[in-house]
T-cell receptor, first 116, second 110 residues
């Protein structure tokens, strides 16, 4: 099956710093990638949809200047949490749609962010 | 918007059968997904239903009734490794992006 990787898997940073999370589709081209956020025992909340070569579409309530998304190639999307604060601590998961498959999205292993 | 409801937690015995229900309210229903998520890991795809009826895949089956806004995931011959959170996700309207429910935490004990 299709594989999506995320890096780093875990990051601890100081308040005020920026953190970049990478999402890669390893064996397929992903024209669309999605970024989710998940709090403990809560649902996956879609943050934004990332389309290769164009601007990301953010969900209501998600600050686009705080969560910068870049989808520069068909296999890579990055999420940068700028000026991170403790309330940004969460589990961030990306997923990718294979161009030829309409019904399935493949999830990355997630990145656990802890902001001190 | 969408309203997706599933039980928060369920427990079951190894070897038994468990049914996890999901009810939803939405307009323009366009598919329902079930995902399995182990703690600290990403969700993995289990099933997709867009028409009424039962879809069987090995030990896992998923059922959909569009008129009732209802689905269930049936797990047979439970194994300890089936302990996980099971997420129901509904797609609607013109969007191809599903909305996730809170998930049901299933605990399988010996």
């Amino acid at each position: 099956g299709a594989v999506v990787s995320q890096h780093p898997s875990r990051v601890i940073c100081k308040s005020g710093t920026s953190v970049k999370i990478e999402c890669r589709s390893l064996d397929f081209q992903a024209t669309t990638m999605f970024w989710y956020r998940q709090f403990p025992k809560k649902s996956l909340m879609l943050m934004a949809t990332s389309n290769e070569g164009s601007k990301a579409t953010y969900e209501q309530g998600v600050e686009k200047d705080k969560f910068l998304i870049n989808h520069a190639s068909l296999t890579l999307s990055t999420l940068t949490v700028t000026s991170a604060h403790p309330e940004d601590s969460s589990f961030y998961i990306c997923s990718a749609k294979n161009f030829g498959e309409q019904e399935t999205q493949y999830f990355g292993p997630g990145t656990r962010l802890l902001v001190l | 918007g969408q309203n997706i409801d599933q039980p928060t937690e369920m427990t079951a015995t190894e070897g038994a059968i468990v049914q996890i229900n999901c009810t939803y309210q939405t307009s323009g229903f366009n598919g329902l997904f079930w995902y399995q998520q182990h703690a600290g890991e990403a969700p993995t795809f289990l099933s997709y239903n867009v028409l009424d009826g039962l879809e069987e895949k090995g030990r896992f089956s998923s059922f959909l009734s569009r008129s009732k806004g209802y689905s269930y995931l049936l797990l047979k011959e439970l194994q300890m490794k089936d302990s996980a959170s099971y997420l129901c996700a509904v797609r609607s309207g013109g969007s191809y992006i599903p909305t996730f429910g809170r998930g049901t935490s299933l605990i399988v004990h010996p």
